[in-house]
């Protein structure tokens, strides 16, 4: 039928993270999305700066939007992001001690988990747990939550996760762990060993999301890839790739040529995950070249517009919409 999207018979599910204001304001921004995605993700919406802009306050407009048109249109809605770093609102430095921490982290978690119980049926619990350059293999990422709790808030989290909506898909998703170098190499490390540890006091824990904000102008370590998925499925977790695209300020001028090598790039991507295990679902981090996050800290230096996402600002597909199609379909 005409309102099935595309992907509808794909073995793996495709989604797109989706931006409120063009949504609000663009038909043909819906449309893409209607005819495209089976998944949907809120590009923002869920975190806590637009969630709880005080600490009293929940404001749910925007998940709620984003939750009817998934329903609509028959597609699932994945939850981004119960603890980050990032997009904090001020007032959470005020909170003090771990106590207070903790008094805080779960009742969100209660409140936010709780409101979408049985309708948000993935979510990405912890985001962004290891940072850029480990010191060590222990290394977790400075946020309010380290500082008062230490890493000992990962698996409240996910205990409380688990405790709120015990059906839900628990996720922990990070970014460059993909490329060939050491500092990535111990990156990819530091997360496993957070990973087992995790795993080795069972706490609920079900998939690894790899994010997937692939570099133009770095390649993919295949084999390092590989071998880090085929340790997530030893420890019988599942893998999504959740926020795909291809940063390309450092690919060169014309843009069918840096098409072709953002494609080329989410190849191998995708193909060193594939050889090991079937995601089970692949997500990219936009719909269309017009909105994506990618200007906003890998602009271009020759004028020209990123091309990171799987459609261009016409909404006409790229190559990299065939290299995500000829994955997801796997026979
Ligand atoms: O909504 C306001 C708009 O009203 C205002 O005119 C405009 C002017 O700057 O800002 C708009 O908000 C921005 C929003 O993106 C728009 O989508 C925020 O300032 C900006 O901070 C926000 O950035 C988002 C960022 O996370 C921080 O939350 C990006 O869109 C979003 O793509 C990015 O997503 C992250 C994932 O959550 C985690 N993984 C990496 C990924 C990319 O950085």
Redesign the pocket.
């Known amino acids: 039928a005409s309102d099935r999207p595309r992907s509808a018979d794909w073995a793996i599910p495709f989604g797109a993270a989706i931006?409120d204001?063009p949504f609000q304001n663009e038909p043909a921004y819906r449309s893409a999305l209607i005819a495209h995605c089976r998944q949907i993700v809120g590009?923002?919406g869920l975190?806590w700066?637009d969630i709880r802009p005080t600490r009293e306050s929940f404001v749910f407009d925007q998940p709620d939007r984003h939750m009817a048109f998934a329903r609509q249109n028959g597609m699932e809605m994945r939850g981004?992001?119960l603890v980050w770093y990032?997009?904090m609102p001020e007032w959470t430095k005020t909170i003090g001690s771990s106590t207070e921490a903790e008094r805080e982290l779960v009742g969100h978690i209660e409140t936010v988990m709780g409101r979408y119980r049985g309708r948000i049926k993935s979510w990405d619990v912890i985001?962004?747990p290891i940072p850029d350059d480990p010191a060590s293999r222990s290394d977790i990422r400075p946020s309010i939550w380290q500082q008062r709790m230490g890493e000992a808030h990962i698996a409240l989290a996910l205990r409380t996760a688990a405790r709120i909506d015990p059906q839900a898909q628990l996720v922990m998703n990070e970014?460059d762990i993909e490329y060939v170098g050491d500092r990535f190499r111990r990156k990819r490390e530091a997360f496993l060993r957070l990973i087992r540890d995790l795993k080795l006091r069972n706490t609920p824990l079900h998939a690894i999301g790899l994010?997937g904000?692939l570099r133009g102008e770095v390649a993919i370590d295949r084999d390092g890839l590989s071998a880090f998925i085929a340790e997530i499925r030893s420890m019988g977790l599942d893998v999504l790739v959740t926020?795909l695209d291809v940063i390309d300020n450092k690919l060169p001028g014309p843009p069918d040529l840096r098409d072709a090598m953002a494609a080329a790039r989410a190849y191998d991507f995708l193909q060193a995950i594939q050889t090991v295990a079937r995601p089970k679902a692949i997500l990219t981090?936009g719909i269309t070249d017009k909105y994506t996050?990618v200007p906003?800290?890998f602009k271009r230096t020759d004028g020209l517009a990123n091309r990171p996402l799987p459609f261009d600002e016409a909404y006409q597909p790229k190559l990299l919409m065939r290299v995500i199609e000829h994955f997801a379909k796997d026979p």
């Open positions: 931006r204001w590009e923002g975190k700066a981004h992001t990032g997009a985001n962004e970014y994010q904000h926020e981090w996050w906003l800290w």
